[in-house]
């Protein structure tokens, strides 16, 4: 049995008095590629950030990397930060600066890269998502999907060991979706990230997934390999794979 | 790092984190002696680690030094991460002087040339609209009068109040030398009407009204509200500008003419405590000099700067690129052009009407 890299234990996480994950346990695993899944709404995006602390969870325990994150001071925090890479929802560019000056943003943060480097890393980071022409524009001269790749980027600035994409194929054409898979698995098989994603596309799960949970009602309903969903007996889960969607 | 038999050794981890130091002895190094770049000591390699192999080849590019014994997966991090495109030193077209200069005052011609576009739609939209109010939002000028005129009372009393008590007590003391003490109301209502009372409204008027319009037009543009109207087959100046450039139209003289009666209440209290005139005499004074032509030339003049007002703040409004950061940028933009034009126009009014 593999040790898993992220360990979360009996998360609750509320807002204000709505419960929106009830004692939740997952586990992520080393240079695996796992698929986070459930209806809009259920908690996704929750989990991830109470994972990184963006959310402050209310009680349960969260280990990163063998370490308990919860009680963790701020500044030992942002050392594990630098090892973990997130694409967000919304790409959450920085609308005020360049394409490349968002690529060198945690760059320039996180270590002490004289400017030349810096560029190298920007410019291979933006032809992986084969953006590299659009450097020296700005994020409102992108399309949606753009954004979220030059986002990507950004996330892989400083070749996290961990990925966590929220929804990133959303919005994108079956062309790019699937090039972004490319991608995605290359970044694990070559540079042996461990890769979060939260994605619905079933055609996606199959090219990619090495381990799926579902969530729903607060709960985790089903972990495990892509076979054992397939012959899952969790109606959830089930129907997911019979609709190919949450109807 | 270790230089033996022209072969340039890298030991340990080469990261984002262990690569400043590795550029800092690197520096130290006799360049021409490296002629290979042995990577047989490697543990880990990462993107940074990548273009710090890349730009040492740069540094030593006479020589193009190889990269030797790098284990499998190294390389493989390696290929991931080299730039496909050989890095083109960034050669620019350099245009010449000529055609820099050139190519500005195309740049320059054409945004006069829109501005101008742009004042004819407006002025043209507004005459059709006072007959013909389809495609303007209803009810809109009249909120627009009370958000531009009625508003802006209490600041432009204030200032003026000031301004008048300031012009009075600088030139009091002056003609109390002289025994001119009457003449404090001719400085007043002169300079109220011709010059403070327009000028000062129409500052206020630009840094209150003109930054909001340039500001909300920017804003649903970078919305894409401007391009739904479109879709709608609204005419976005109509909708948007013409209720402003109506409502302006109405209330700068108002206002201009509250700003020269309080101005000129600021120098009556100067003129009462200090320089001992009476009330009747001051206006009587007052009455006596002012002509017909300098209150008209002063309300036209204002109506002429709220036009500016409005044209520069749509204008502007409508060049809006970017997101919310460009709204900001072309507002700041839109206040100091009107300021700056309400200045020059007010100069150039002032040599053909008085000169
Ligand atoms: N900032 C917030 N404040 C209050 N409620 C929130 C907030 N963010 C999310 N929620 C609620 O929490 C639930 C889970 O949201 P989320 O994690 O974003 O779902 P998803 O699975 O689609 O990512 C939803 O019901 C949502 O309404
Ligand atoms: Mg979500």
Known sequence: MKKAIISVRNLVAKFGNTIVLDKISVDIYPREITVILGRSGCGKTTLIKNILKLYQPHSGSVKIFDEDIIGMEDQDFITILKRIGMLFQNGALLNSVSISDNIAI???????????????????????????????????????????RVALARAIALDPEILICDEPSAGLDPLTS?????????????????????????????????????????????????????????????????????? | MQLLEKKLFLKGRLDKFTVPEKLKAFQKLPRKEIHYID??????????????????????????PRIINARADIKKTIKIFTSKKVINRVSMVRENLFENLGSAFLLWWKSVVDSFKLSADIVFWSIVGIFDRKGQRKGSVIVQSLLIGVDAVGIVSLLSLVLGLILALQSAAQLRQFGANIFVADLIAISMVREMGPMMTAIIVAGRSGSAIASEIATMKVTEEIDALKMMAIDPVRYVVVPKFQAITICMPLLVTVSIFVGIIGGLIVAVTYLDLSVVSYFTEIFAILTFKDVFIGLMKSVFFAWVIVIIASYYGFRVKGGSEGVGRVTTLSVVASIFWVIVLDAINSLIFYF
Do not use: C, W, Y
């Open chain 1, 106 to 148: 945690p760059l320039e943060q996180h270590t002490d890269l004289p400017r030349d480097i810096i560029d190298k890393i920007i410019r291979v980071k933006l032809e992986l998502v084969n953006l590299d022409h659009a450097m020296n524009m700005t994020p409102s001269e992108l399309s949606g999907g753009m954004k979220k």
């Open chain 2, 39 to 64: 990577l047989s000591q490697i543990e880990m390699i990462d993107s940074a680690g990548v273009a710090f192999l890349e730009s040492i080849r740069d540094a030593l590019s006479e020589h193009d």
């Open chain 1, 178 to 247: 699937s090039s972004l898979d490319e991608l995605i698995l290359k970044l694990k098989d070559l540079l042996k990230m461990t890769i979060v994603i939260v994605t619905h596309e079933l055609a996606s799960i199959h090219r990619i997934a090495d381990r799926l949970i579902f969530l729903d009602k607060n709960r985790v309903v089903f972990t495990g390999s892509l076979e054992e969903a397939k012959a899952s007996s969790v109606s959830e889960v089930k129907t997911f794979f019979k609709a190919g969607r949450f109807e």
